[in-house]
């Protein structure tokens, strides 16, 4: 789950992360009252979850009250469009006023958990405020690293490392320890899966401030957070993958034409794969669980369908905890009620596999199948060209 920046830093300010005084604005009004307390000059910040916003216009500085309610007029309820967003972008619900600030250097500091490694690993760059993937690409020297043992946790001489690797100095060492202290000890209790400032900045004061915050969290530890998972905007989510949500399915929207449903993450994964090498594209992920019914499956079908995108749906399923009779069931009552027009192949093996597929003929209705998921593959691109 992903929340705003203004929400970011107030997680992050309850364990001492140093960040700017701001709040929220709905409306231009509310937006020249926040500036009234703080002072100028203030910046007026776009809120949408994706980056890059400043080069969409969705970050400006007002040094008048006229300059904040212009910016912020103009960009409530604009469509802000980043290399994130895609050409649709999003539109703009709220801005965050904050106190400006002297900017003397711009750092970079993220902490993400590294799969690979099994740990968090803590990022840290004198390259602030670029695209950290371009950073990574283009100069991969520029990115310090420091992997956190799960038990020890961060230690100091680890953000010491770092903050020579960035060439601080002086008082602003120290801060940097307790900064990336506090930056781990807000990673580890909220259970987040991502935590990046960019930028860090060195103020003309000498400073440490978390100027920009992202942070996303792990959906599986939401229970734990009734206070984080307020947190949630479902306007910034994709509309069907809300809806999948409400039954337990886990969907991710794509760009493609092939409807994907299978059961299990990895399988999943693998059919995408060779939906790819048979020349297609997926149009979603859409694992709908090993113990998924026949209600399920219709919904899952729904959420499919939905998207106009989808010339042909590729349904690879195997029958340990479904069976393949359930899902022959729930995929005949969806077809039927939906009035699905597109062409649907469908690959299964396990429990009740004959009978499931007995099911199917006796339908009446257009599948086709396929004894192997290569075969599936290649006969859903060639029918979604048509």
């Known amino acids: 789950?992903?929340?705003?920046?203004?929400?970011?830093?107030?997680?992050?300010?309850?364990?001492?992360?140093?960040?700017?005084?701001?709040?929220?604005?709905?409306?231009?009004?509310?937006?020249?009252?926040?500036?009234?307390?703080?002072?100028?000059?203030?910046?007026?910040?776009?809120?949408?979850?994706?980056?890059?916003?400043?080069?969409g216009g969705g970050v400006k500085v007002a040094g008048t009250m006229e300059e904040v309610r212009a910016h912020a007029g103009a960009m409530i309820g604009m469509t802000l469009v980043t290399h994130q967003t895609g050409p649709g972008g999003r539109v703009v619900q709220r801005v965050l006023v904050e106190q400006g600030l002297s900017i003397a250097r711009?750092?970079?500091?993220?902490?993400?958990?590294?799969?690979?490694?099994?740990?968090p690993v803590l990022m840290a760059s004198p390259a602030g405020g670029m695209e950290i993937e371009r950073v990574a690409e283009e100069t991969p020297d520029l990115i310090f690293k420091e992997y956190i043992h799960p038990t020890a946790g961060l230690e100091t001489f680890q953000a010491r490392k770092l903050a020579f690797a960035l060439g601080l100095d002086g008082p602003a060492i120290?801060?940097?320890?307790?900064?990336?202290?506090?930056v781990y000890a807000a990673f580890k209790a909220a259970d987040a899966s991502l935590v990046e400032i960019n930028p860090l900045i060195l103020t003309g004061e000498g400073d440490l401030v978390a100027l920009d915050a992202k942070l996303t969290f792990d959906d599986n530890a939401l229970y734990r957070h009734p206070d984080i998972r307020e947190l949630r905007d479902l306007g910034e989510e994709d509309p069907l993958e809300v809806e999948a949500s409400k039954f337990s399915l886990?969907?991710?929207?794509?760009?493609?034409?092939?409807?994907?449903?299978?059961?299990?993450?990895?399988?999943?994964?693998?059919?995408?794969?060779?939906?790819?090498?048979?020349?297609?594209?997926?149009?979603?992920?859409?694992?709908?669980?090993?113990?998924?019914n026949a209600e399920q499956i219709r919904n899952a079908f729904k959420i499919l369908m939905s998207d106009t995108n989808v010339k042909a749906v590729f349904i690879n399923i195997f029958g340990g905890i479904l069976r393949c009779d359930i899902l022959a069931e729930?995929?005949?009552?969806?077809?039927?009620?939906?009035?699905?027009?597109?062409?649907?192949?469908?690959?299964?093996?396990?429990?009740?596999?004959?009978?499931?597929?007995q099911m199917l003929r006796d339908s009446g209705l257009n599948f086709t199948t396929a004894d192997s998921m290569a075969e599936g593959a290649a006969t859903v691109v060639r029918v979604a060209r048509g």
């Open 106 to 119: 711009e750092l970079y500091l993220g902490l993400v958990l590294d799969r690979a490694a099994g740990r």
């Open 250 to 292: 886990n969907y991710i929207r794509l760009d493609g034409t092939i409807g994907c449903m299978v059961n299990g993450a990895g399988l999943a994964m693998a059919t995408m794969d060779i939906i790819k090498i048979a020349g297609g594209e997926p149009a979603n992920f859409l694992d709908v669980g090993g113990g998924a």
């Open 1 to 55: 789950m992903k929340i705003h920046e203004y929400q970011g830093k107030t997680v992050l300010a309850r364990f001492g992360v140093p960040v700017p005084r701001g709040d929220v604005a709905f409306n231009a009004d509310e937006a020249v009252a926040i500036a009234q307390r703080l002072g100028l000059p203030v910046v007026v910040k776009a809120q949408i979850h994706a980056g890059g916003r400043g080069k």
């Open 330 to 357: 729930g995929v005949i009552a969806a077809v039927k009620e939906l009035s699905v027009g597109v062409p649907i192949v469908i690959r299964m093996e396990g429990t009740n596999v004959e009978k499931g597929k």
């Open 174 to 182: 120290g801060q940097a320890v307790k900064l990336a202290a506090a």
